[in-house]
């Protein structure tokens, strides 16, 4: 999501087989949002018509239960993003985000930029360098052009607690 301010914020992911609720209730409640969608891997989009689906909830109670818990689903993930921005260090959100990023990629080291994540963090890439730079110093981290490498995963999980 992006802001007046130019600043943008990533709210919620999507994985295989995933639903774009922001998308959805556009057609359906006739709304209009400001969102970026960006594929990072290969990815194929399949975009049907709004009429034709919003015909399919107001007469099929089972497509009506699949999208409430989508969007009850992505609702939560919103919110925690939300909070965590709120009420957390920006240290605990980007240890977090590592920690996250070597699950996701099963790798300790792994292509991102430090403009990919201050979105993902609703930060400033200038600011996330500083940060990164901090955890290279103190040995948590190896950066290099376009990629990050955890050289201390437990240290960096205490960073989280």
């Not at 960006?38 to 009429?51: E, F, H, L, T």
């Amino acid at each position: 999501m992006s802001s007046l301010s130019g600043k943008e914020i990533t709210l919620s992911k999507l994985f295989e087989n995933d639903l774009c609720i922001l998308s959805s209730s556009c057609f359906y409640q006739n709304l209009s949002y400001d969102i970026n969608l960006q594929s990072i891997d290969n990815s194929s989009i399949i975009i049907i018509d709004g009429k034709l689906f919003k015909d399919l909830l107001d007469k099929n109670i089972y497509a009506q239960k699949f999208m409430l818990e989508i969007t009850q689903s992505k609702l939560s993930e919103v919110m925690e993003v939300l909070e965590k921005v709120i009420f957390f260090s920006l240290e605990y959100r980007l240890s977090e985000h590592l920690i996250n990023q070597y699950y996701l990629k099963n790798s300790l080291k792994f292509k991102v930029t430090h403009e990919a994540i201050a979105n993902d963090l609703g930060s400033s890439r200038e600011v996330i360098s500083r940060v990164l730079k901090r955890f290279e110093r103190n040995n948590l981290i190896h950066i290099s052009r376009g990629y990050i490498e955890i050289i201390n995963l437990e240290k960096l999980k205490l960073l989280c607690q």
